[in-house]
Structure formats: C-alpha cells, structure tokens
C-alpha cells in the first residue's frame, strides 16, 4: 500500500523546524530559560532537533527532557492490558523554566492533555508551550499549539504518518487512508 500523498518530504520538515526555532526564539525573546520536552515516541528525536536548531542559531544549550504520558492518558484501560511503559527522563529543574512541549501531530488534544498533567506532577513551569510538526484539526479539547510546521486540515477517514530518521530510517509526512493503515 501507498500513502495517498506526502505531505512533507525532508527538505520540507528540516525547513519546517527551522522555522519553528526561529518562531520559538523570537517569541522567547531568545533561548534563556528554555526546556524542550519530547512526548514519546517521536516528539523526542523532533525535540532534539530543536535543540540542535536553537544552538546553531543562539549559541544555547538548550536542555531536553523526555515524557512518557502512558499513565496519564484517559483511555488507558482501552489501548492495553499491559500497557508499555517508556522512560520519563527530565534531567533539569522545570521551575522558572519556559518548557516547550513537542509532538509529531496534533489531533483531538488528549496527548496534549495527558502531557501538560505528566509535566505538572514533576514541577512548575513558569509557563508551558507546544510545538508541534503537524496539527491535523478535530480537536476534542481546548488545546492548539503554539508553533506549528504544517497545518493539515484532515477527514476523520485519514492517518497521518509522521516518519524520522531516528526511528524509521528516513523522514517524510505522509497522508493515509484509515482502512489502507488498519
């Protein structure tokens, strides 16, 4: 099977976060202060490329720290029996810090949700931001993001497959039919 169209080939994503670095900086005011929060699985390795973009661009180290919200999701009893639980690492204090939350895609906003509740139960953030590749629409909660790579307005009917080097050897964002994923 093939998707029905790539939405996003690499040039396009390396160009997307750059963007999104930038959009980061100037609302920021710079990078002092800052902590990127990668939600398992791939808001990880898009955090790291962030951070990456940030030092290129400030000359800052931002730190990075990794959420696994598998606890914290209202659906939990439905997903699994024994749900796979995945390292929550945040090696930096989140008091006074400005923390960006990152994800691949943005659909009904309950990622989103169980990610804010995870990251208050390790700190304070003076404030708490999203960043996010794809935002597909139908939301189900008052949640939007802050920064966005591409907006994708999408049929409850289609998938969208966020692909990174770092976890399936290549990066793409493809546009799928729901019954050509299942």
Avoid: C
């Avoid at 990794?66 to 929550?88: G, H, K, M, N, V």
């Avoid at 304070?124 to 949640?143: C, N, S």
């Avoid at 999408?154 to 964002?173: I, R």
């Amino acid at each position: 099977m093939n998707p029905k169209a790539t939405i996003l080939n690499a040039d396009e994503m390396r160009r997307a976060l750059t963007r999104i670095a930038h959009e980061i900086l100037e609302r920021n005011r710079g990078a002092q202060d800052l902590a990127l929060v990668g939600i398992h699985t791939r808001g990880i390795p898009l955090a790291a490329r962030l951070a990456a973009k940030l030092h290129e661009l400030e000359g800052v180290d931002v730190p990075q720290g990794r959420l696994d919200i598998t606890l914290y999701r209202d659906d939990l009893s439905e997903i699994a029996r024994q749900p796979i639980i995945r390292e929550t690492q945040v090696p930096f204090d989140l008091n006074q810090r400005r923390v960006i939350l990152v994800d691949d895609v943005l659909y009904t906003g309950r990622t989103i949700r169980a990610a804010l509740d995870a990251l208050i139960d390790l700190g304070r953030p003076a404030g708490i931001q999203l960043a996010v590749l794809v935002d597909r629409g139908h939301r189900e909660l008052p949640i939007r993001a802050d920064y966005v790579g591409k907006n994708l307005p999408t049929s409850q009917g289609e998938v969208v497959k966020v692909k990174l080097h770092e976890t399936d050897g290549s990066d793409s964002v493809e546009l799928w039919n729901l019954e050509d994923v299942q």
